[in-house]
């Protein structure tokens, strides 16, 4: 239900900023004055800051009202089932209730994500809030009455009629829990029970916020909505499509000796996944889940030695997994902001983080302690990676600069590197050490020398160049930007080879096209 929310939006809203609108309506149409990602800065909103976290949660109700009208919540009312608390009540409480009453915000100190806490109450409410079979006792009807005091959702529109007779006729019931067992978090459970639908055909472009190419070179992997997407990198046509994935996928990854795919992914503001796939002849398939947490996953790295995998995202925290087993091998908790980026040094021995709270980091792996902070930036950071001998780490941000620095040595500047006019999203060593790539918000990709000199500018893109990836023989460079499109590059000479949009069975309608 929710995938089918979002796709009314992105139909709503349109070429382009599609999956912007989902979470914060007010920001879609004017991406282009803000100087960072609206991808990862909304998801602030729907992770429930004060009045962002309204806006979202009004914008998301406003459409929700439509989409919601086939689910089983006017069914069950008209049809006379019982009402179900995760098929009918829980939609309604994640559409207009948990941005406001969730483990990390809790309005009244009063979650709703899990049962026995929703029945418990919260500070006024304790005790009274659920009373089974008698709607006029519980709190929790009494507020969401027209004459509620204080009306919830608090300072928003009350929710439609029938939404509060489903809700009372619920309590009537015995308002019982139908989930496993009541201490769990029943949005888990809600999501999992849900299925997204995915069109054979998209209504719009998606973001290209992850790129990489598979291991052979024969495809490039994009992201796409709840899935990737593979194009044959040898006439740009779509080879394959793999489902499983949140709404949006942040990062792909492959093993160095191509045997894993891992993908970072997630729903701004309520999810995130980050999860492993064995990368086979057929296809890949789908491991196992790694880190889940309750916001977005950024970023996933896989070690030089195949052993390890690294996990970094909104919930600021790092996690080591061994790849085989799934074990969890340590966590990181030393950001005070999201993890945008996580990479390996070429021993395997250290990881570098690039965050929002404006520092990039390094860490031991085996001590897990924190070995030095690079405050460089002085703004956010979003993109960063061991130099190729590992005696350097390039990082780049919001202050449209590359920064190379000395690990060992307290961070100290080795270069710093210019030449946007955007954020820089993410940069890329080739794999022979003599080029660095970076892709920009001002819409163009430089191609540096090791030295730091700018060897050419790559332009074409008609949007912010989110993605960047390089072939592992180092002769194609694929760029993917907020328009959906996806550019393939000659490394030897800068020519473009190809365009696609990576859109399963888009066309893209003439008038939208010129009118950007
Ligand atoms: C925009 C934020 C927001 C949203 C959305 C919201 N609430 Fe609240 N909620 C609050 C605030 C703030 C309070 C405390 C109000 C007060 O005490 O003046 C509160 C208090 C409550 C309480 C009393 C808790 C206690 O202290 O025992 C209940 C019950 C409640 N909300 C239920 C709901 C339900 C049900 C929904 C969805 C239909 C909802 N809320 C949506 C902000 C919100």
């Known amino acids: 239900m929710r995938g089918a929310i979002g796709f009314c939006l992105i139909l709503a809203v349109g070429f382009g900023s599609a999956f912007v609108a989902h979470a914060d309506d007010d920001k879609g149409g004017k991406k282009k004055s803000d100087s960072a990602a609206p991808a990862k800065k909304e998801s602030k909103g729907a992770a429930g800051a004060g009045k962002a976290a309204q806006k979202a949660e009004s914008a998301k109700k406003a459409d929700s009202t439509k989409g919601t009208e086939k689910s089983g919540t006017s069914g069950a009312s008209q049809t006379g089932k019982p009402v179900s608390f995760i098929r009918d009540v829980a939609p309604i409480l994640v559409e207009n209730c948990i941005a406001c009453h969730n483990p990390r915000k809790s309005e009244s100190k009063y979650v709703m994500t899990n049962f026995t806490q929703l029945a418990k109450g919260g500070q006024q409410g304790e005790g009274i809030t659920l009373e089974p079979g008698k709607p006029d006792e519980s709190n929790l009807v009494e507020l969401i009455r027209p004459n509620g005091k204080p009306r919830m959702p608090y300072k928003l529109d009350p929710l439609p009629p029938e939404k509060i007779a489903t809700i009372e006729r619920w309590v ?247 030449g946007f006019s955007g954020t820089v999203f993410k940069l890329r060593y080739a794999g022979d050490g003599k080029s660095l790539l970076a892709c920009s918000g001002d819409k163009s990709i430089i191609v540096f020398s090791a030295t730091g000199s700018q060897v050419r500018k790559l332009q074409g893109h008609n949007d912010w160049v989110y993605s960047l990836a390089i072939s592992r023989d180092g002769k194609t460079v694929a760029t993917g930007s907020w328009d959906g499109e996806v550019k393939l590059w000659n490394a030897a000479d800068g020519k473009v080879i190809r365009g696609l949009i990576a859109a399963p069975g888009y066309k893209p309608p003439a008038a939208q096209t010129a009118g950007r």
Request: aromatic share 10%.
């Open 172 to 418: 009537s019931e015995g308002a019982k829990y139908d989930g496993a067992s009541p201490g769990e978090d029943w949005t888990v459970v809600l999501r999992k029970s849900q299925s997204v639908t995915i069109p054979a055909a998209y209504p719009a472009t998606v973001p290209i916020t992850a790129l990489e190419f598979s291991p052979d070179g024969t495809t490039i992997a994009a992201s796409g909505y709840h899935e990737i997407t593979f194009w044959k990198t040898a006439d740009g046509t779509l080879a394959s499509r793999l489902t499983g994935l949140a709404e949006r996928v942040y990062d792909i990854a492959f093993s160095p000796d191509g045997k894993w795919m891992a993908t970072a992914s997630g729903d701004p503001g309520v999810y995130g996944v980050a999860k492993l796939w064995r990368n086979e002849p057929g296809g890949c398939k789908p491991v196992r889940e790694l880190a889940e947490t309750q916001d977005v996953v950024f970023s996933v790295a896989f070690s030089p030695d195949n052993k390890k995998i690294a996990t970094a995202g909104a919930d600021r925290t790092i996690r080591i997994f061994e790849v085989e087993t799934g074990k969890l091998l340590s966590q990181i908790e030393d950001h005070a902001d999201w993890i945008f980026g996580v990479a390996w040094s070429p021993d395997g021995k250290r990881l570098a983080s690039a965050s929002r709270d404006k520092t990039a980091k390094v860490f031991d792996v085996e001590k897990k302690e924190s070995l030095v902070t690079f405050p460089g930036h002085q703004q956010p950071v979003y993109t960063v990676s061991f130099t190729p001998d590992g005696k350097g780490i390039a990082t780049g941000g919001e202050d449209n600069r590359i920064r190379v620095w000395n690990p060992d040595n307290d961070g100290k500047p080795i270069r710093d590197m210019g």
